[in-house]
């Protein structure tokens, strides 16, 4: 069994920055893409970015340029840099892996609240 580890969030004020991590607590298994969702009060889970094995990443429009998401293969570890965070940005952040043979492997969030 593989688990993800995050850690990082919390509270900071508008225009703060906020650097979530999240580790794969085994290496044995294949790590191909891996990601952060966040899911807000009332509202659905939604991408905030991802990033291949290759380290291609993809983002959410409205992070762009404002959050960075990079990984260390070695550590099997995935970090978010979020920089001028607004309070839109207040949700609970899910790391995602896609583990080969497991499938989708998700972490057990993180909050992060984004004071005005």
């Known amino acids: 069994q593989v688990q993800l580890v995050e850690s990082g969030g919390g509270l900071v004020q508008a225009g703060g920055s906020l650097r979530l991590s999240c580790a794969a607590s085994?290496?044995?298994?294949?790590?191909?893409?891996m990601g952060w969702y966040r899911q807000a009060p009332g509202k659905q889970r939604e991408l905030v970015a991802s990033?291949?094995?290759?380290?291609?990443?993809v983002y959410a429009d409205s992070v762009k340029g404002r959050f960075t998401i990079s990984r260390d293969n070695a550590k099997n570890t995935v970090y978010l840099q979020m920089n001028s965070l607004k309070p839109e940005d207040t949700a609970v952040y899910y790391c995602n892996a896609q583990i080969a043979p497991l499938g989708d492997v998700w972490g057990q969030g993180t909050q992060v609240t984004v004071s005005s």
């Open positions: 085994r290496s044995i298994f294949r790590i191909n893409d």
């Open positions: 990033i291949s094995s290759g380290s291609v990443a």
